[in-house]
């Protein structure tokens, strides 16, 4: 079992992941901006639907590797960190995406919009690979299940991700009259989002599986 020390510092990092721009992010600001806010929470609803299905791929399968081969996970640690290295890159680079720029999208109806929020997220390759480069960091053997300490971490990066999109959602045309008076404000955004997720790939890097 985890303690609610290490399951509230996972929760952290979950949240500023969760506000780096991304697939589920850009999708549910700009479903909120052209249908309102009920289709950018029905949107939402989908996108953590499909948190679900990654939680349970990734948990069955970091259980089965550990037992196949332990050190897998070392691996598993040093891929993360080129994963984070990159998405700071994407974040800082010319041209980078900012979530709040949003793209037009036809007016759909509230079954569609939650099959393609799930679509949107379950497609989503970072989800993915935040469930297989955290994990590890967090994840204790010799204190028991697997398995059961994967549910503990997802409940609670689902739960932070519902909470800052929902800010998000609810908040987006405010958010988006502010920012687009600002060219600064949407560079900053993206890097204090690089910077904060190179500090998170060195710390992977460099932490030490006792």
């Not at 780096?20 to 929470?41: D, E, F, H, K, W």
């Not at 949107?120 to 590890?136: C, H, Q």
């Not at 600002?182 to 560079?187: D, V």
Request: charge should be positive; proline fraction near 5%.
């Amino acid at each position: 079992m985890l303690t609610l020390t290490e399951i509230a510092w996972f929760a952290l990092a979950a949240i500023l992941l969760a506000l780096t721009p991304g697939p589920n992010m850009i999708y549910c600001v700009s479903r909120t901006l052209i249908q309102g806010r009920r289709a950018g929470l029905i949107s939402l609803g989908g996108v953590l639907m499909a948190f679900l299905v990654h939680l349970f791929a990734a948990a069955l399968g970091l259980t089965a590797l550990l037992l196949a081969v332990p050190l897998a996970f070392d691996a598993i640690r040093l891929a993360g960190a080129a994963y984070l290295l990159w998405l700071a890159w994407q974040a800082v680079k010319p041209g980078g995406n900012a979530p709040f720029e949003a793209r037009a999208l036809p007016a759909d109806r509230p079954g569609k919009l939650f099959r393609m929020g799930f679509l949107t997220n379950l497609l989503n390759p970072k989800v993915a690979m935040f469930y297989l480069s955290f994990f590890p960091q967090f994840i204790h053997p010799e204190r028991g299940s697997v398995l059961l300490q994967s549910m503990q971490l997802g409940a609670a990066q689902i739960a932070s991700s519902a909470a800052v999109n929902t800010v998000m959602i609810l908040g987006a045309a405010s958010i988006t009259a502010v920012l687009s008076q600002s060219a600064g404000w949407l560079r900053a955004q993206r890097y204090i989002m690089g910077s904060v997720l190179a500090a998170l790939a060195v710390r992977v890097a460099l932490t030490e599986r006792k």
